[in-house]
């Protein structure tokens, strides 16, 4: 007898989700880039804001600051990121890409765009609407 149907359960749903869903996304950005998860998402959080610092990319993308520091001295060896103190706050960095973490940021994007399709080929146009909005309501993204 079974009490409780993991595979019915959510947030179980929701990770096995995410992990099938971006590992081919995971292969060309590592084999490319040599990047990581928390990597990837930073670059992507400066190709499309510009000049962020780690707080406002910890908020952002919901990822602890240790994380962030992590992934901005890796992108930064790699000189995809520049790091600027603030003037009047010295804890805090301007983190900004540099011409080959633009082109890094491009280049994953357009991929990220195919990818995207491709994932959302299997569902109708309505289908994918109705499961951006509900991803978004369960994450609190929506507005």
Same mark, same amino acid.
């Given at each position: 007898?079974?009490?409780?149907?993991? $595979?019915?359960?959510?947030?179980?749903?929701?990770?096995?989700?995410? $992990?099938?869903?971006s590992l081919e996304f995971q292969h060309?950005?590592?084999?490319?880039?040599?990047?990581?998860?928390?990597?990837?998402?930073?670059?992507?959080?400066?190709?499309?804001?510009?000049?962020?610092?780690?707080?406002?990319?910890?908020?952002?993308?919901?990822?602890?600051?240790?994380?962030?520091?992590r992934a901005v001295a890796k992108l930064?060896?790699?000189?995809?990121?520049?790091?600027?103190?603030?003037?009047?706050?010295?804890?805090? $960095?301007?983190?900004?890409?540099?011409?080959?973490?633009?082109?890094?940021?491009?280049?994953?994007?357009s991929v990220a765009k195919v990818y995207?399709?491709?994932?959302?080929?299997?569902?109708?146009?309505?289908?994918?609407?109705?499961?951006?909005?509900?991803?978004?309501?369960?994450?609190?993204?929506?507005?």
């Amino acid at each position: 007898m079974v009490d409780f149907d993991l $595979e019915q359960f959510l947030p179980y749903l929701l990770n096995q989700a995410a $992990e099938a869903s971006s590992l081919e996304f995971q292969h060309i950005y590592k084999d490319r880039y040599g990047m990581l998860r928390n990597e990837w998402r930073v670059l992507f959080h400066l190709g499309i804001y510009g000049s962020l610092t780690a707080k406002e990319i910890s908020l952002r993308a919901k990822i602890h600051k240790t994380k962030i520091s992590r992934a901005v001295a890796k992108l930064a060896e790699r000189r995809f990121v520049t790091r600027d103190r603030d003037q009047n706050d010295r804890r805090a $960095e301007h983190l900004a890409l540099t011409p080959a973490g633009e082109m890094a940021y491009r280049d994953l994007r357009s991929v990220a765009k195919v990818y995207d399709d491709k994932l959302t080929s299997q569902f109708s146009a309505d289908e994918t609407v109705i499961l951006r909005r509900l991803l978004k309501k369960i994450s609190g993204m929506e507005v």
